[in-house]
């Protein structure tokens, strides 16, 4: 098991009672100690278990963008490494427009990158899409604290918990996500993005 450090937002916490509630993940948690990367087992644990994933698409090993574009950057898919991103203004990377995922099955949005090239300005946002909303403000997941630079790093987004969008999140199908990390320039190498369930 790697000692890839994790970065992870946990915000609000949505009430709702019986079999009305949904997957979400307790935001008191200190998932910065819970969420690994396996490198050996390529996947990602939650307290040394197989986390319950949803979805996952690994760019370090299949050396293909799979329907991710970006957005005010250059990308090079890279076996070995992942997406490659070097940014310009205000970068960020699109997911396919058709992802039909259940927000009440997956609570949280793990990222694992590597900046290897910092700037002064962190965005760290998340966007979400539905066949009812584009990308607003309104629905806008924050991770306000930059990973430092060098090592890889796991991003954990608390999605349904958010304050901004938590709500409409459980109660949806996502169609598309959008992730804008650094906010003008740098260079960025994105390893994995996945879906996952609370793991309890």
């Known amino acids: 098991m790697s000692g890839v450090k994790v970065l992870a937002v946990a915000v609000g916490v949505l009430t709702l009672a019986g079999c009305d509630k949904p997957n979400l993940p307790e935001p008191a948690r200190d998932w910065a100690k819970a969420v690994t990367w396996d490198e050996p087992g390529r996947r990602f644990l939650f307290d040394g278990r197989p986390a319950p994933i949803v979805r996952v698409w690994d760019f370090e090993r299949v050396g293909d963008a799979e329907g991710f574009t970006p957005l005010n950057a250059q990308m090079t898919p890279a076996r070995g490494q992942g997406l490659v991103l070097i940014n310009g203004p205000d970068p960020g990377l699109r997911s396919p427009d058709d992802l039909e995922i259940d927000g009440r099955e997956s609570a949280l949005l793990l990222v694992r990158l590597t900046r290897r090239q910092a700037t002064a300005s962190w965005d760290g946002t998340v966007f979400h899409q539905t066949r009812w909303h584009g990308e ?65």
Not at 155 to 161: H, I, K, P, R
Not at 163 to 173: E, F, I, K, M, V
Not at 178 to 199: K, N, S, W
């Open 136 to 200: 607003s403000e309104k629905f806008a997941h924050r991770l306000p604290q930059a990973p430092a630079v060098g090592g890889a790093t796991v991003l954990v987004y608390l999605m349904g918990s958010s304050p901004a969008g938590g709500g409409d999140w459980t109660a949806s199908r996502i169609k598309r996500l959008r992730i804008d990390l650094e906010g003008d320039g740098g260079e960025t190498v994105i390893h994995q993005i996945a879906l996952a369930q609370a793991p309890f």
